[in-house]
């Protein structure tokens, strides 16, 4: 069987458009991770043009299971997405509808604004599956090649494209060697430029990263960013939460087969957890129950308090202490991020 990155619009397995914002279908605007807004020429460019990816009511169960219900999603070209979810929440099933490998009991995916079930419409995309799709038995040229060959690219521009993703994994110097003998993060270097051979306008990266160290992760991000400037929409799913707020531009929480938030970042956070900052505290001379809202956390192993206004709750919470005789050794305020609205959310760790 061919690697799933090549077999998007081929192979359908069976069993086995939330608008920016919150799940309430209030809208976000999009800004880059650096804070800056799309210029001019790219919105309109946006809104001349469909979406890379519109997902439209998709619904599929296995048996009683709800794997997806109703879920929607558009994403414009240009952006950069990261899709998060519990194990169980649908992203591997919509994953695999995105790259038509799954047939929906109901709904619509469209690329470009043509549907994923007709000829000619998965052209334009490429997936990067999670586990490594490369032939151990063959060099990373040859291995470039084959894949090139079956994406159908031309024989005259074989070896140009071959080249290029050889530089772009920066692997030319060992372009000759047998894959095996790679290490994890060479590996799947190799593994996504397989996927980008046939230049695709969206990219859709299943755990990019998993399994490698941070230099290669660094790398890998590096090349990512690279097909981002040239125009390529990325959409990824990584346990990894620092990656999702470091490197993506929005963030789709799925639970339930549903999108539970969409949006940037400091926007969901903004709405869904407002000003709420946690404070972590080392106490002397303290025990549980003396202060309603001060609780210990055995993972943090420090007394945690939710407060909404620091600069007015912070005293106060400082002297309640000291009046019951407790002595605070430290404190640190902790501003809210990926992992804390993704615990509001879904009520779980990522990796639950």
């Not at 991000?221 to 939460?241: N, P, W």
Request: aromatic share 4%; with cysteine.
């Amino acid at each position: 069987m061919l690697p799933l990155f090549l077999r998007h619009h081929d192979k359908i397995e069976s069993p086995g458009a939330q608008t920016p914002g919150l799940a309430d279908g209030s809208s976000t605007s999009v800004a880059c991770a650096t804070g800056k807004q799309p210029s001019t020429e790219q919105v309109t460019s946006q809104e001349s043009s469909p979406p890379a990816l519109s997902l439209t009511s998709l619904r599929k169960r296995f048996g009683d299971q709800v794997a997806l219900d109703g879920l929607s999603l558009d994403v414009p070209s240009g952006q950069r997405v990261a899709l998060l979810g519990p194990n169980g929440a649908g992203k591997t099933t919509l994953v695999r509808a995105i790259a038509g490998r799954v047939r929906l009991d109901a709904g619509q995916v469209n690329l470009l604004g043509r549907p994923i079930e007709e000829p000619g419409a998965g052209d334009h995309l490429g997936v990067v599956p999670q586990e490594l799709a490369i032939y151990g038995d063959l060099t990373a040229r040859e291995n470039l090649t084959v894949f090139a060959q079956m994406h159908g690219l031309m024989r005259s521009e074989i070896r140009q494209r071959v080249d290029w993703a050889l530089q772009w994994i920066g692997l030319t110097d060992r372009q000759h060697q047998l894959t095996r003998t790679f290490s994890g993060g060479m590996k799947r270097r190799v593994n996504i430029a397989c996927g980008v051979l046939h230049r695709p306008k969206l990219l859709l990266l299943d755990e990019p990263t998993v399994g490698v160290d941070p230099q290669s992760r660094q790398r890998i991000f590096e090349m990512l960013d690279s097909l981002h400037r040239s125009g390529t929409t990325l959409m990824l799913t990584t346990h990894h939460l620092d990656e999702a707020q470091s490197q993506c531009d929005r963030i789709v929480i799925v639970d339930h087969g549903r999108v539970v938030a969409d949006g940037p970042l400091d926007e969901l956070i903004e709405k869904t957890l407002g000003n709420y900052r946690r404070v972590n505290l080392q106490l002397k001379h303290w025990t549980a129950g003396r202060l309603e809202g001060l609780v210990w956390d055995p993972n943090a192993e420090c007394w945690v308090a939710g407060l909404g206004d620091i600069g007015e709750d912070l005293p106060i919470l400082l002297n309640e202490i000291r009046a019951l005789g407790g002595y605070v050794n430290s404190l640190e305020i902790r501003e809210p991020n990926l992992h804390e609205l993704f615990l509001t959310l879904t009520g779980c760790e990522l990796r639950e």
